[in-house]
C-alpha cells in the first residue's frame, strides 16, 4: 500500500507541529499521521514487503489550513464523571514471550525512535 508522505515544517514546541498537509489535501481535524524516519527494506524469501520505519510518534490534526495543518499528540481516555475513582484506575501492559520455534527467529532490529526533526516525513494512517 502506498501512503501520501507530507513533511513536518516546524516544530512550534514540544505539542505542536506544522505539517504540510492542509485542506488542499483534503486534511480535516481529526485525521491522524505518523512521524516516521524510513527504514531498511522487509526483504523475505526474494519479496520486498517494504520498509521497515521507525514510527517517532503519532499525531492528529487540530487545525487544518490550505496548505498545512496545525497537529498535537492526544491521548483520548473516557472517563466516568459520575466515580471520582476512576481517576485513579491504570491499565498496565506487559510484553510476553510467544511460543515460537527459536531456528526461525531472525534477530532483526528493530529501529527505536528518536526526536522528531524539521523535515521528517508525516504519513496519513487510519489509526
Known amino acids: 500500500m502506498h501512503y501520501n508522505e507530507f513533511k513536518v515544517l ?3 514546541d514540544n ?3 506544522l ?3 492542509g485542506f488542499n489535501n483534503r486534511a480535516a481535524a481529526g485525521d491522524v499521521l505518523r512521524i516516521i524516519e524510513k527504514g531498511e527494506p522487509v ?3 526474494g519479496v520486498n514487503y517494504g520498509t521497515l520505519d521507525m514510527v517517532k510518534d503519532i499525531v492528529e490534526v487540530v487545525v487544518p489550513y490550505d496548505k498545512f495543518s496545525i497537529c498535537r499528540k492526544i491521548i483520548h481516555k473516557a472517563v ?3 466515580n471520582p475513582l476512576d481517576a485513579l484506575n491504570k491499565t498496565l501492559s506487559q510484553l510476553r514471550p510467544l511460543k515460537v520455534d527459536p531456528s526461525d527467529i531472525t534477530n532483526r532490529k528493530i529501529p527505536t525512535p528518536t526526536p522528531i526533526k524539521k523535515g521528517d516525513i508525516a504519513i496519513l494512517t487510519k489509526e
Open 80 to 82: 466516568n464523571p459520575l
Open 15 to 17: 505539542k505542536t507541529l
Open 10 to 12: 516546524e516544530i512550534v
Open 43 to 45: 526483504i523475505i524469501d
Open 19 to 21: 505539517i504540510d498537509y
